[in-house]
Structure formats: C-alpha cells, structure tokens
C-alpha cells in the first residue's frame, strides 16, 4: 500500500490528473500483482456475489436463533408491495436490500465483508438499488467499489475495522463512509465531492457504540445496516450540493482512534454494556443459555 492518507490520495489524484478509482486500480494491481482487466473481473465477481446474498435475503425469512430477527426484510417487502415509502422507490431498495443482506449474514449465507461481516449490508445496498433506478451500468458500479475499497483500505492504516477495537464506528461507520464514497463516485461527484461524503457519514457516526445482545450480531446489528446505507446516502446528497465537513477526512479518522481508545471497553463487542445489559436483553440471555443447558 503506497498511500496511507487522504491527502496523499488527494495530491495524488490531482498531481496525476486521476480519478480515485483509477489509483485504486493501481494500488490493487501493486498488492496483488495482477493485471487491471483481472482486478477488475474480481471486483466484479465480488459486485455478483453481493447482488446474490440480496436476491437470496429477499426469499427468505428464516428466523434467528433469537427468534427476534430473520424477517424483517419480508416486513418491508409486504408493506411496500401497498404502501410506498414517503421517501420514494429508492429508500425502499436500499433498506430492503440492506436487511436483505444483514439477515443472509445471520443465516450464516454467502455475504461480502464490506469492510465487515456486522456491516455487510451498507456498501451493496447503496450501490446495487441506486444502480437499479438509475439504470448505471456494472463498470461505474465496479468504479464504486473500488473508490469504496481504497477508501475503507486508508482508513484502516490507522484503525483496526473491528467492533472490538473501536466499536461500531469502526464497522458501520465506516462502511457508510465507504458506501457514500461509491455513490458520489457513481453520481458523477468530483473529487472533493467524494472525499467531502465520505467524511460527512463519518464524522457524523463517531461514538457509535457496539453492544450486540447475547453477543450475537442481530440487535442491533441488523437494522443499524439499514440506518447506516441512509445515513451514507444523506452524505452523499449533501456532499453533491458542495456541503462540506470542514473538519478534514484524515483528522475524523484520527478521532475516530482516538475515540475508540476512549470508549469503555464494555462497549466494545464484549455485550457487557448498553444495549446488552437492558433487562429484555438480560431476559433472553438467560432464556437463550438456559435452553442450550
């Protein structure tokens, strides 16, 4: 990896006149060795693999061992096959989609880890349903991914993309940062533009906490898939209207480290704090442990 912050990629970008995902393109042909035409059909295999664990979370509702998760997407589905969102078709893809993809993850499917497994939903929903209504083809789609990729790649060359480490800011988070950055990508956003959405969702998420109940990733895990994809949209939009962050990308993701080292580590993945210490959290644990007893 040559570059380790934004603003390498920005002189980088503007020194050599290049998007930011050509110079993803680049730095993956470097780590990989590969040719770009070959890159790019992994990138697009893995584009495939994502629409795949949509289409299979939209059939199914199987519920978790919890019981309280499994079928939320039929939920949505049911209700917008006669009632359409105020917010329009698209907010309906991106949710659906996004449950689609969490609920396919709890099932133990086929996802991609995008950057995790516990936010697995995010980056494919924003891409795939956009992409849908507006009728853009998988090579932009593919340009996303990639300027998705070299984004979540920096920002995890100073911290660990991991719950465990600095909560669900550093996985949610992180994948509407990514998420925000494809889509601007793929609306034709400039560079700026693009950086600019990314650290919009980003800095807007910190001290998110991770508190899965019993320790599974289910609540909140799953529906904070669908918050998070709008969430990366709402950056996005705003970013495409020259909003900007005014706190520089590099320095939100600083706080961000520095944030996770601040946070308890009972709300770090270890389900000792928040959400996992309610008293219905605490009563379906023991429920849960009881009959595994």
């Given at each position: 990896m040559t570059i380790i912050s934004f603003e390498e990629l920005i002189n980088k970008c503007k020194s050599e006149n290049k998007k930011i995902y050509e110079i993803a393109l680049e730095e993956e042909s470097i780590m990989q060795g590969d040719n770009f035409d070959v890159i790019k059909i992994k990138i697009l295999e893995t584009l495939i693999?994502?629409?795949?664990?949509i289409k299979n979370g939209l059939k199914s509702s199987e519920k978790s061992i919890s019981e309280w998760c499994g079928d939320d997407c039929e939920k949505l589905q049911k209700r917008y096959k006669t009632k359409n969102s105020v917010f329009g078709k698209t907010f309906e893809k991106i949710t659906t989609y996004a449950l689609a993809t969490a609920e396919e993850n709890l099932r133990m499917g086929r996802i991609v880890a995008c950057p995790t497994a516990g936010s697995c939903g995010i980056v494919p929903s924003v891409i795939i349903a956009v992409a849908e209504e507006k009728k853009i083809p998988d090579a932009e789609q593919i340009n996303g991914l990639l300027t998705a990729g070299l984004v979540g790649l920096i920002i995890s060359n100073k911290v660990q993309l991991a719950g465990a480490v600095a909560g669900c800011q550093a996985e949610c988070g992180?994948?509407?940062?990514?998420?925000?950055?494809?889509?601007?990508?793929?609306?034709?956003?400039?560079?700026?533009e693009i950086l600019q959405a990314a650290a919009l969702a980003l800095k807007n998420i910190l001290g998110l906490t991770c508190d899965p109940v019993c320790g599974l990733v289910e609540v909140p895990c799953i529906k904070r898939n669908a918050f998070l994809a709008i969430h990366a949209v709402t950056a996005s939009e705003l970013a495409l209207c020259e909003v900007e962050s005014k706190i520089p990308l590099d320095e939100i993701v600083d706080t961000l480290k520095i944030t996770g080292q601040l946070m308890s580590p009972l709300l770090k993945e270890t389900s000792q704090g928040g959400l996992a210490k309610t008293k219905t959290a605490i009563n379906l644990e023991k429920k849960l442990f009881n009959n595994k007893q």
């Open positions: 693999a994502m629409k795949d664990a992180v994948a509407s940062a990514m998420a925000a950055a494809a889509l601007t990508q793929m609306l034709g956003g400039n560079l700026n």
